[in-house]
């Protein structure tokens, strides 16, 4: 029998989870049926409920409802439980069982398919959003020299970073600080994990911020050349890229929990970048 997973939200014509989740079940030999589902706003219960009833195995969750995941879900994995948030869950019985892999798959992004090693680096994460949350643990894993999380409200950066230091075992030092506050630091790698891009901003950086060699990384997707990636460029950054690879790797690492083989990703990658122009 075809299993069947689907990915939920509101609006879900966008989403590319179908067309990646396919393209995995053809490279692994899976026999599953990938579809998406569009749910009322205050029915994501009740959607996910009938999904179950009629045979589905898990679900991606993609905007607005991975705090309804997070409510729903009956085993948060600690991923899940330091985001806050829930992008894939899995059913079996009474169950359900949930992850987050935006972290998780941001910095598999980096390490393989990018070549970036964090350990040591000056991390600088913009944002102090759901997309924050979840990186937090993957990157704090790396063992960078030093994680800073700016924010436009200070208390939000400040309060993060108390959460991570929490989950901090490797002793990694985690500061929240303000943009106001970047004057005279620079470093290795910047994650721009706010929504700025989307409405065509400019985050108020300092050129300076971006260290010889650094990487710049957006973690929006098929924007192409977004003002975060075009300031990086202006401050001499030749190391772009955008969040591709994160999508893919997320999905890769759903797929893998799901069905307990972990497809290539690189087909799938090469057919959704954009050209960062």
């Known amino acids: 029998m075809t299993d069947r997973y689907a990915v939920i939200g509101n609006p879900i014509e966008q989403s590319k989870s179908p067309l990646i989740h396919t393209a995995f079940a053809q490279v692994t030999g899976q026999d599953l049926a990938y579809t998406k589902v569009l749910s009322p706003l205050d029915e994501f219960g009740q959607t996910v409920d009938a999904f179950r009833a009629a045979g589905g195995r898990g679900m991606n969750v993609t905007a607005p409802f991975k705090l309804d995941a997070f409510a729903y879900a009956t085993d948060l994995a600690p991923s899940a439980q330091l985001a806050g948030a829930v992008n894939a869950l899995k059913f079996e019985g009474d169950k359900v069982f949930a992850e987050n892999f935006d972290g998780v798959g941001l910095v598999r992004d980096v390490l393989h398919n990018l070549g970036f090693q964090l350990q040591g680096r000056r ?50 030092s985690v500061r929240g ?12 790698v910047v994650f721009n994990a706010t929504s700025a891009s989307l409405t065509a901003q400019v985050p108020p950086l300092p050129l ?30 030749t190391r772009l890229a955008d969040g591709v690879g994160m999508l893919a790797e997320q999905a890769a690492e759903a ?3 799901w069905r307990g083989v972990r497809p290539d990703t690189r087909a799938v990658i090469d057919s959704l970048t954009v050209p960062l122009v």
């Open 123 to 172: 991390v600088l994460v913009m944002g102090a959003g759901g997309a924050t949350r979840g990186a937090l643990l993957p990157i704090l894993m790396q063992g960078p020299a030093e994680l800073v999380i700016v924010n436009r409200t200070v208390a939000k950066a400040q309060e993060l970073a108390a959460l991570a230091q929490k989950s901090n075992a490797a002793g990694v």
């Open 177 to 188: 600080i303000g943009y106001e506050d970047l004057q005279g630091e620079s470093f290795d």
């Open 208 to 237: 300076s911020v971006f260290a010889p060699g650094a990487l710049a990384y957006e973690l929006a997707y098929g924007k192409g050349l977004t003002p975060f990636l075009q300031l990086a460029q202006q401050a001499g950054v």
């Open 255 to 257: 797929f893998l929990w």
